[in-house]
């Protein structure tokens, strides 16, 4: 289980292997809170929490090309003012994790502005 952009745990993968990595949509540097379940059957264990940074990539970066610059604030613009529920919602451009794409995730994009990796 993965903590969402509305601070519930939704699952993100049913393994019946030892590892596992997240790797969908993940916002660069942005620290997740994950839960892990063992299940046997119908018995299930009390949750235990982790967390995991990926730390490859610029946050603002929302294109993922490495650099940050006009691609991403044009992608931004496109998906501006777009909340968690609209279809168009685009995970990797909300950078703050607070499911709003807005002035937020532009201050993101502004800080790292042409970095690149
Ligand atoms: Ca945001």
Not at 9 to 26: K, R, W, Y
Not at 34 to 48: A, F, M, N
Not at 61 to 81: E, F
Not at 97 to 102: A, H, L, P, Q
């Amino acid at each position: 289980m993965r903590k969402d952009r509305s601070g519930s745990f939704v699952e993100i993968a049913n393994i019946s292997n030892t590892n596992f990595t997240d790797s969908n949509n993940l916002i660069p540097n942005y620290t997740y809170r994950y839960q892990v379940i063992t299940v046997k059957g119908t018995l299930e264990s009390t949750p235990v929490n982790g967390q995991g940074v990926d730390t490859r990539g610029i946050k603002g970066d929302n294109t993922r090309s490495d650099r940050v610059d006009g691609r991403d604030l044009d992608n931004l613009a496109r998906h501006y003012t777009l909340a968690l529920a609209d279809p168009n919602f685009d995970a990797l451009i909300d950078t703050t994790y607070d499911g709003i794409i807005d002035g937020s995730d532009l201050i993101d994009i502004g800080a790292n502005w042409a970095t690149t990796y």
